[in-house]
């Protein structure tokens, strides 16, 4: 949708989801701003707020199905939904020990996994039923290929990518939108914690303008730098053993302490 009037975002509290927040901040709009940080979001809620938007916040954690399912029908019902941008994600590097901690895969499930479905599928049909609407889904790069650096976090990224794709055809005769977006490393305190080389790492202004974009020319798919994509992309399509030597850990991992 070129000019969406009422946008939801989640995980609008810092990185990615900060930025499209202030990007879509303009008079006669309304936004509903979700997070998990209570200050992180008050401080984004006053930025945009100073822009001349109306502004809802939402505490709220994306992995509970009832509580979202809950604000966003609510709030649907009182301001239909133009843009939905499922947004909200997490990231744990491994560092130098072998895997990330068993709870941090869990709450990479419930985040990247189950909290994008818990956005967008209390709006999917009433979308469908108004013939109108426009989906975003926050996939990754990442989600291209089986990335040995950050194993959890690119499983997760490509279920969000693959589903986001399916639902571009399954939503597309009902007039509903669906764009799933693809960035490459942006500068965030997601990648501040990485502990490998991150080539065409970019600045968040950058990216958000390039989502900006395409979601207003509702492209299926906004992935970029196109290098990392390009070279994402390859290593996805290549058999395994050959990827897996493309695609090696810089040094050898160390075991985490066992009990």
């Given at each position: ?42 401080a ?8 001349g ?18 604000m ?50 209390p ?58 977006i ?21 600045d968040?202004d ?46 050898k991992?160390?075991?985490p302490?066992?009990?």
């Amino acid at each position: 949708m070129k000019n969406p009037s009422v946008i939801v975002i989640t995980g609008a509290s810092s990185g990615l989801g900060e930025g499209l927040a202030e990007a879509y901040a303009a008079p006669g709009r309304v936004l509903l701003l979700t997070g998990r940080n209570e200050q992180r979001l008050h401080a984004v809620v006053a930025a945009c707020e100073a822009r001349g938007p109306q502004v809802v916040p939402a505490l709220v954690d994306v992995s509970d199905r009832e509580a979202m399912e809950r604000m966003l029908t609510d709030f649907d019902r009182e301001h239909p939904i133009d843009l939905l941008i499922a947004n909200a994600g997490i990231g744990y590097g491994t560092g130098r020990y072998l895997m990330e901690r068993p709870e941090h895969t869990h709450e990479l499930s419930m985040i990247n996994i189950i909290g994008v479905s818990n956005t967008v599928m209390p709006v999917i049909n009433r979308m469908a039923a108004r013939g109108r609407g426009q989906i975003a889904l926050m996939a990754s790069v990442a989600g291209f290929a089986a990335i040995t650096q950050s194993p959890s976090y690119a499983a997760t990224k490509a279920y969000v990518k693959h589903w986001g794709e399916a639902l571009y055809g399954r939503l597309k005769p009902f007039g509903v939108e669906v764009t799933t977006i693809c960035p490459g490393f942006v500068k965030s305190a997601m990648t501040d914690a990485n502990r490998f080389s991150m080539p065409f790492l970019m600045d968040r202004d950058r990216a958000t303008d390039i989502m900006v974009r395409g979601l207003a020319a509702g492209r299926s798919r906004v992935a970029f730098p196109w290098p990392v994509t390009w070279a994402a992309g390859l290593l996805g399509t290549l058999p395994s053993f050959i990827a897996t030597r493309l695609n090696p850990l810089r040094r050898k991992p160390k075991l985490p302490p066992i009990d």
